[in-house]
């Protein structure tokens, strides 16, 4: 009897062994293949519908801006992501037009830290139409600025499952930006006037296309301003971010939706862009399609990011500061 008990006990330790055995490895293959991490089927479905011609563009106050916002309001309700104010629209007017910006929350997990703010953001509208090419005029903005739409679409998710930011972040899709930077001056104004504790502005602008000719993969507009650049590459452990001399030529830094921020809160407000002059010829044209785009680069790009932005939300103290 005790020698089928020591051989039933033999049994059963090797079968949970093998069980842990098992267990670690499916452990493992998932951390292999990238919790969710950003597909490029991802970027993919969101590009494919904000830069659709059923959208037409997505001009301010016009019906597909309003489509594009009742998507990214699915998006960030699928993902948990909470609306900032009392919905995720913040209105503003523009000359007799209501129009808007989404803002999606995700509170920190730290009860000192949860009250600093990170916000990532890019805008959501686009001109709507341009001059006819082969009887299209729909100027679909893809690269302008679906993708970097998409970045922060799809960053929302990443954060929303990893629930480990101890700083709050904000997930901002921007109305306006085609009419003056009209949605982030009016969110900027709003949040200073709450008197947010903000961090840093990270915003993503045309990155649906690779830099031609260069060892990083992305550049930063107003490179020179803060530390930005080179805390993102201590963050990310490689070279992602670099410097755009046109960037700095074409005062890039004051032309899109970070600037109303750093001039509210005079913080560390930066656009990463992959958009370098020579690389794509569609800047508010009707060819700017998701045919143009390289949803492999852009998954990769987004997916490169999140341990910067993990480091961001997580750090002691602002490592990220102005020069």
Excluded: W
Excluded at 153 to 162: D, N, P
């Amino acid at each position: 009897m005790q020698k089928n008990i020591f051989i039933i006990l033999i049994a059963i330790l090797f079968m949970s062994c093998n069980q842990t055995t098992t267990a670690q490895s499916q452990v493992k293959t998932t951390e292999d293949g990238g919790l969710g991490k950003t597909k490029v089927s991802d970027v993919a479905d969101i590009m494919n519908f904000l830069a659709s011609d059923e959208l037409g563009g997505r001009d301010t106050g016009s019906e597909g801006l309003e489509k594009a916002a009742q998507f990214i309001e699915g998006e960030f309700k699928k993902y948990g992501i909470a609306p900032y104010f009392d919905t995720y629209r913040n209105a503003f007017d523009v000359k007799g037009t209501a129009t808007y910006n989404m803002v999606g929350y995700l509170k920190g997990t730290d009860a000192t830290l949860s009250n600093e703010f990170i916000i990532l953001g890019a805008h959501f509208d686009h001109i709507g139409t341009g001059k006819e090419v082969n009887g299209d005029t729909i100027a679909n903005g893809a690269n302008d600025n679906a993708a970097g739409s998409s970045a922060v679409i799809s960053l929302a998710k990443q954060f929303a499952q990893l629930k480990n930011n101890k700083r709050s972040i904000l997930f901002v899709l921007f109305g306006a930006e085609e009419r003056g930077l009209l949605g982030s001056a009016h969110l900027a104004e709003v949040l200073k006037e709450k008197n947010i504790n903000l961090y840093t502005m990270v915003n993503f602008e045309m990155i649906g296309v690779p830099l031609n000719d260069k060892s990083y993969k992305a550049y930063i507009t107003g490179f020179e301003m803060s530390n930005m650049a080179q805390k993102i590459n201590d963050y990310a452990g490689s070279e992602l971010i670099g410097y755009l001399a046109k960037a700095k030529e074409f005062q890039l830094f004051r032309r899109s939706d970070n600037y109303p921020f750093y001039e509210q809160f005079k913080v560390p407000c930066q656009t990463i862009s992959t958009f370098d002059f020579t690389n794509y010829d569609y800047y508010h044209h009707v060819d700017d399609e998701v045919s143009e785009m390289n949803f492999e680069f852009m998954a990769e790009l987004i997916n490169n990011c999140v341990p910067v932005i993990e480091k961001m939300a997580n750090t002691t103290d602002k490592e990220i500061k102005l020069n």
